[in-house]
């Protein structure tokens, strides 16, 4: 598999050192007083809001992270294994509001297109988590819209199914009701099947909200993915290995966070950092340099043996054209070559995160593949350095009628969307160009039967849930 790693190697334990020290010294604050309750129990020491973390504690923590684990489907045929040295997740997106149209307008999202989302993502091999919040749904009930958002995950995919972060009594009600989906309450002690994605309140602070999420997702022995989201030059230090040792003292203090209220629980080391644009003091995703503060933190969650997370092909660009092409190909090839462990904000986004293209989705589907091809490297046995079919060949002859072409040729990478045939063929099928191939491609996909996943007994359970909550 190739690998790039980025710097001499003696970083990782540099901004190791510099993070234990700011931890110990300056401390993280938490706005949730069960936290520093919970982190002063296991020897941290605190000063108002703000908890100080001996090297003790973290080191400790960090021996009951899980290098690899288990995301549970509801059936069991399609679990995401997170960790994987050799593979990346594709994991949903997570907060975009807007559905970008063709024709230059866009939409607040609704319910019909999270189901569409949900449906693509299961028709794909290549995405391996649904749920969350790939598009907000303006039209859903704010009581009930994460509920009903899992609801639609699990009738319409059988792949694992995140939840999403909100308020503590909104994320109880969405882990009561994956277990509903799962089989029924203390299927949470036996295996992983579901978890969120949180982000601290760059520099150095957690909300209430973060702070819960991380106790009462990893109390249950869930997933909690710790997200850091801060903007160099903005919420974080100008250069990238300054706002990389924020990043990692944020992941720290989450992560003994969470160990605490779960020993064993998994974490993952995610970013969804970015070198601010300094024009107009605004996130921005398409800058280089957001690309390497994910690889940095990717190699961070490496250098701690815990799974990582990394925005994947996003983009700037309002419209899938030129630069949405080039944006997100910058940011997923090197994000793969950085050996994480998954990605998210890879399906269809534009506008640094804030809308979705469905053209852009089926697009980025084929991205993702052309990276997995590309990191997997060269196949180095002597098996296929050929060396006898050349000395056979010789100069004269061809090797597309040899025994070893014949058999390999089915097994070559080709593209699902774009067009390798030759200029007069490209013109006797009409010239179509590439983004009114991918709208046929999800269209026809959105067009066939809706495959249902859930079974009877437990669609009932789900609806009655639901149905008192809102009453």
Known sequence: MLNLRLGSGKIQEILHEKSLDILKNTGVVFNYPPALDLLKSRGAKIDGKTAFFPESLVLECLKTCPSQFTLSGVNGKNNAVFGKKDDFLVLPNLGPVFIQELDGTRRPGEMEDYINITRLSQNSPLVDVVGSCPIDVANADPETKFLQMIHQSARYSDKPIMCSTSTPVSMDRQMELMELIHGGPGIMKEKVI??????????????????YA??????????????????????????????????????????????????????????TASAGNMRSA????????????????AQMGQ??????????????????????????????????????SAVYET????????????????????????????????????????????????????????PSTLKACRERWSPDLSDWWTYDHWLKKGSPELLKTAGDRYREILGRPKERFLDESREKAVREYIRKISS
């Open 282 to 297: 605004t996130y921005v995703t398409g800058i280089p340099d957001t690309t390497l503060l994910n690889n940095f933190a």
């Open 214 to 271: 991380l106790m009462a997702f990893a109390g249950k022995g869930q997933m909690a993915i710790i997200a850091m989201a801060p903007m160099s030059g903005i919420s974080a230090p100008v250069s990238i290995t300054g706002t990389s040792l924020l990043i990692n003292v944020e992941f720290l203090a989450g992560m003994v966070l969470a160990q605490c209220a779960g020993p064993g629980a998994p974490v993952v080391y995610a970013t």
């Open 194 to 211: 579901t978890g969120t994605s949180l982000s601290p309140l760059s520099p150095l602070a957690y909300s209430e909200d973060a702070a």
């Open 303 to 340: 250098y701690y043996s815990v799974p990582s997370r990394s925005v994947g092909s996003a983009t700037d660009a309002k419209m899938p054209d030129m630069q949405a092409g080039y944006e997100a190909m910058q940011n997923l090839i090197l994000i793969g070559l950085s050996g994480t």
């Open 347 to 402: 399906l269809g986004t534009l506008d640094a995160l804030m809308s979705i293209s469905y053209e852009k989705f089926m697009i980025d589907l084929e991205l993702i593949d052309r990276t997995k091809q590309i990191i997997q490297g060269v196949d180095e046995s002597m098996e296929k350095i050929y060396a006898r079919e050349i000395e056979e060949i010789g100069s004269t002859g061809t090797f597309l009628t040899m």
